[in-house]
């Protein structure tokens, strides 16, 4: 039989504010445990929340960003349950009014383009966390009260390789309005997943599960798929799917049951009494819509257009914005963009990959770049040289000048040196001279190698060619 | 002389300024009156005498420039004071001292205030008696056969037994005022945002607020000067200048317009309470102020609506005492849900349990809509009802609690009776306004009537005003029962 998936994502983003959403407490990451705690935070007795405007101004920058309706007035509610890491026995969320309605973003899965609904956006604030040593457990409150968004799709997305683009254009936009870490390890990105599956074409949306603890953006791709799997085969095999929460298991790349819906939370929601409803002040909200940089959807437009990039060159440019950032400078410094793009795509990007990191904390700045890109097209160093130099530069953040002069890669393009080496390599490679006069034209290639590794790759090839064609016409 | 203890705070503060007396005569005096009544009473739940007279001593400041310099003060026990117990008068909170200051703490320590003790209470504030404090019952001092009213009993009691000058209380649905009725004292809830409640261990914490009780209203204007303001940590307190509420409220009344609910003169309400409460209202037209009838229809819903929003709130509120952090914690615990469900089998009392089952059940799914949202509506009603009689009229008269002091055991047994306590003070705590108690009569037995005014939100002035005036003609306020 042939099935539908349904998948809607519900991610938990931590905001990069300074202090915690409701007290005045710190919110760096990994400092020791309970150093970072007050009584509001610790949940004491008679303590209360006081909100902190500058984590309701970045929920609502993100809001703003994916085009969801900024609400009028927002109120927070108490979500009810408990759990010896919520020190409340309840967490301040946002139910019956949250910070926004429908907005959505745009994906980009095997070359054609979805745009997936956004239901809701919404502030609350984060649990401790409970760690277990031998036989007993301690609780850090650091993270209690941190300012967490949450932020809900519909169940729009229709494959885990959908919702693997999903989470990538999330995380995009969200680098782009600098809110978030978006750091799925450290915990400041997570993501909850609701999916189902029903029989292709049906109307009728099929049981869901829940599936939790997935700890990368690949991770909620594998989880998906073998929820898929399970889920289909269950129905194939005619049994039927539980409404249930389920845990992934990422060394065994499986699925488990935790809990089932009879087993499941009701949280009492009710408005909290010890925050006033807020009223949203439209110019407010305005002006944090100005702060919002361009996004990726029309910076990736932008690219195609103004510098000439393909569809795809620009859709890796836009993902990360410092990446965009960076490419965008070297282009003002060195106007051939497509160069650009294939260097910052090809022999950067791999440096960046062997060496870990962004673009933002590497040693090379678009200046020094574009400085060897453009001795390259001067016919100063060779391309090769080029590639070879370029995890020196890395390294010692210098510039190319300095380092070519330094080493005396400068491209020979001394004609006397050239021929001399010519002559050598004539000489010591008769078999290949004769095929190249046989008419083996590509033969020609093998012996310009031949003079740059005499010349230790500073010969100019072009010349190299010319002047190797010219001695065996 | 008159002993220290018995005066009030404004003739101590006469008396420190011309230098007669210094603030360990009135401590001692106080503590003098502890040994010999307390024992009787019982209307303290923690006193530490070596602690106090330690306070007294390293007093700094100036008399001149803090309003209640060397004044000694009792606190409620659900308001925290750092390193203090602050129970509630709970087993639950057990050995709990808190690691910081309410706001109004802070006030009181600020303005030069000396703290003496805590006072006892009806456990997490839930009741009209003191019988359901951890502790043990807190005995009337005109009457030790019955109960000083609740849940601020101990902080009445203590005032009316000249145990203390004055006392911090808080009132969720009367209980400040209900006390101070039976009690024969004055005791003011402000309106709600007046006061911060930081600090404040909620019970429902849309109702909630701090107030004062004490021996006359000049003391409860004092009191409230120095602890009512904006509090940047408590969002719902509200930021709108403090009066200089000691020389207002000596203003005269004429004019001024009262009305009188018919709703709250019904079957019911003692004989004795009603005929006070009429006579009372009587010497205020007489003092020039106007009193008409009228009528807040939606009265009658008000203990349903209070009960469900009250145990709504309290049930989340006490959800937090879970054995893990502070407080008791049951030694019956093998995994986490043993330690929470045996913590709070064995750490909390009847009426506790209670108003958390009820509560949890008005906001379940299922039940939410027609139990809590439906409680919410009505509350608007209720305060819209008010609203439209504040149109027309200053203030509002009615009788505090519908009987005097009733006997200890009574009515703990039944709940439902027990509530209907609070049926005249509730509305002020769903609308938000402020109300004040003061002592208007006696009934045969000698046990104190309270009447109670209400007033327009952040109106203190005209409620203390009116209660001043009506004092100043009458004796009741003086009398003093003997232990």
């Known amino acids: 039989m042939q099935y539908e998936t349904v998948i809607g994502l519900e991610v938990h983003l931590q905001l990069k504010t300074k202090s915690k959403v409701f007290c005045g407490c710190s919110t760096n990451f990994g400092s020791p445990p309970n150093t970072q705690t007050c009584p509001v935070c610790l949940g004491f007795p008679g303590s209360l929340p006081v909100l902190n405007r500058e984590a309701l101004k970045l929920a609502a920058k993100v809001a703003i960003a994916l085009d969801c309706q900024i609400a009028k007035k927002i109120r927070f509610d108490r979500k009810n349950y408990f759990y010896p890491d919520l020190p409340k026995a309840y967490q301040i969320s946002q139910f019956g009014q949250p910070l926004s309605g429908k907005g959505y973003i745009m994906i980009f899965v095997h070359g054609s383009e979805k745009r997936i609904t956004i239901r809701r956006v919404h502030l609350e604030e984060d649990t401790g966390k409970l760690f277990h040593k031998e036989d007993a457990s301690f609780i850090d409150f650091n993270r209690s009260g941190m300012p967490l968004l949450e932020v809900v799709s519909e169940p729009d997305i229709s494959s885990p390789d959908e919702a693997y683009a999903y989470l990538r254009s999330l995380k995009s936009i969200l680098e782009y309005v600098d809110v978030s870490d978006c750091n799925m390890e450290e915990g400041s990105l997570r993501c909850d997943a609701n999916i189902s599956v029903r029989k292709a074409g049906s109307e009728k949306l099929g049981v869901k599960a829940e599936v939790k603890n997935m700890n990368s953006f690949k991770a909620v791709k594998a989880a998906l798929y073998y929820e898929q799997l399970r889920q289909i085969e269950l129905l194939d095999s005619g049994s039927r799917i539980v409404q249930e929460t389920r845990l992934y298991d990422s060394v065994r790349n499986v699925t488990e049951s935790m809990r089932s819906k009879e087993e499941a939370h009701d949280y009492r929601y009710f408005p909290e009494p010890d925050l006033v409803p807020f009223d949203l002040d439209p110019e407010l909200v305005r002006g944090i819509g100005r702060e919002i940089p361009e996004l990726p959807g029309p910076r990736k437009k932008r690219f195609i257009s103004d510098y000439g990039l393909s569809d795809y060159d620009a859709a890796i440019m836009v993902s990360d914005k410092a990446l965009a950032d960076y490419f965008e400078r070297a282009v003002s410094l060195y106007k051939n963009p497509k160069v650009v793009a294939n260097w910052l795509m090809g022999d950067v990007a791999a440096c960046l990959r062997e060496r870990g990191g962004a673009i933002g904390g590497l040693n090379l700045s678009p200046e020094d770049l574009t400085a060897m890109l453009k001795m390259i097209e001067a016919g100063l160093i060779s391309g090769k040289i080029a590639k070879a130099l370029l995890p020196e530069m890395i390294e010692t953040g210098r510039d190319p000048g300095s380092l070519v002069k330094e080493r005396g890669l400068q491209q020979i393009s001394d004609e006397g040196i050239i021929e001399k080496a010519i002559v050598e390599v004539i000489s010591e490679n008769q078999k290949i001279v004769n095929d190249f006069k046989k008419g083996k034209d590509n033969a020609v290639m093998a012996l310009v190698g031949k003079v740059m590794a005499k010349t230790r790759g500073k010969a100019n090839p072009r010349k190299a060619n010319e002047a190797l064609r010219k001695k065996l016409k | ?483």
């Open chain 2, 1 to 483: 002389m008159m002993e220290l203890n018995s005066l009030t705070a404004h003739e101590l503060l006469v008396l420190l300024k011309k230098g007669d007396i210094l603030p360990i005569d009135i401590c001692n005096s106080i503590l003098k009156a502890v040994d010999k009544k307390e024992k009787k009473l019982h209307a303290l739940a923690t006193l530490d005498k070596d602690k106090v007279i330690e306070r007294c001593a390293a007093l700094k400041g100036k008399m001149d420039l803090q309003s209640l310099w060397g004044l000694p003060i009792f606190i409620k026990d659900n308001i925290c004071v750092r390193g203090e117990l602050t129970t509630c008068c709970s087993r639950i909170l057990n050995g709990f001292r808190p690691p910081y200051d309410a706001t109004v703490i802070d006030k009181l320590k600020r303005n030069g205030a000396v703290l003496m003790g805590k006072t006892n209470m009806d456990e997490f504030a839930f009741g009209s008696s003191t019988e359901t404090s951890f502790y043990g019952t807190t005995r009337n001092p005109w009457d030790m056969e019955r109960v000083p009213g609740g849940s601020s009993g101990g902080s009445a009691a203590c005032v009316a037994a000249d145990e203390a000058i004055f006392a911090l209380g808080s009132d969720t649905g009367g209980s400040i005022r209900q006390p101070a009725s039976l009690c024969g004292v004055v005791g003011l809830k402000p309106t709600y945002g007046r006061v911060s409640r930081y600090g404040l261990i909620a019970f429902a914490s849309s109702l909630d607020q701090i107030g004062t009780l004490t021996k006359d209203v000049e003391d409860a204007a004092i009191l409230l000067r120095a602890i009512a303001g904006y509090d940047e940590m408590d969002s719902t307190s509200v930021d709108t200048p403090v009066p200089d509420y000691p020389s207002l409220i000596k203003k005269d009344i004429k004019g001024i317009k009262i009305g009188v609910p018919k709703e709250y003169f019904i079957e019911g309400v003692d004989g004795e309470v009603k005929d006070a409460v009429r006579e009372a209202i009587e010497e205020i037209k007489r003092l020039g102020a106007v009193c008409e009838e009228v009528s807040l229809p939606h009265t009658r819903y008000a203990v349903s609506v209070y009960y469900l929003l009250a145990t709504s709130e309290a049930s989340s509120n006490l959800a937090r005492f879970d054995g893990v952090q502070y407080g008791y914690s049951s030694a019956r615990a093998g995994s986490v849900i043993d330690m929470h469900k045996n913590t709070r089998k064995e750490g909390f009392g009847d009426e506790a349990k209670r108003r958390i089952i009820l509560g949890t059940f008005a906001l379940s799914s299922g039940y939410y809509e027609a139990y809590y949202l439906r409680a919410l509506k009505v509350r608007t009603l209720i305060k819209k009802d008010f609203d439209d009689v504040f149109k027309r009229y200053d203030a509002i008269i009615t009788p505090t609690s519908p009987t005097a002091a009733f006997k200890i055991g009574e009515k703990i047994k039944d709940p439902l009776t027990m509530y209907l306590s609070d049926i005249f003070t509730i509305s002020a705590n769903l609308t938000g306004i402020p109300g004040v108690s003061i002592p208007c009569g006696f009934t045969r037995n000698s046990l104190p009537i309270g009447l109670q005014i209400l007033g327009k939100a952040f109106d203190e002035e005209a409620i203390l005003r009116i209660a001043y005036s009506y004092e100043q003609a009458t004796e009741w306020h003086s009398r003093r029962p003997e232990l």
